[in-house]
């Protein structure tokens, strides 16, 4: 028979989401400090972003710097930066994921 006449232990419930809670506050700063990349034009243009998504570094190849085009070389910028972030994004599910799912569904604001 469960202690008090079938409810949940609420201070055992308690710990455990201050567990999950910081758990998720470990797991969000190792994101805040790693960075992915995302590559577009075959490795032209390079833009680094941590594991939150904030841009952190961008790399453009002399190559891709062509003063008649310089359409093509926003192009490859925005579809490097969009690259990062899925690539942060990926992480945030590896990193968030099992942590979200304990909470019972995803954290509002994130991509799962």
């Known amino acids: 028979m469960i202690p008090g006449g079938g409810q949940p232990d609420m201070q055992q419930l308690l710990q455990q989401a201050q567990k999950m809670q910081q758990d998720l506050a470990v797991a969000q700063e190792e994101l805040a400090a790693t960075e992915v990349k995302g590559q577009a034009g075959g490795g032209l243009v390079e833009a680094t ?64």
């Open 49 to 112: 972003v941590t594991g939150s998504g904030e841009l952190r570094g961008l790399r453009i190849d002399p190559k891709a710097v062509d003063p008649e085009d310089t359409e093509t070389l926003a192009d490859l910028v925005v579809a490097a930066v969009q690259a990062a972030n899925a690539n942060a994004a990926q992480l945030q599910q590896e990193k968030l994921g099992p942590l979200a799912q304990g909470m019972g569904g995803g954290i509002p604001g994130l991509p799962f």
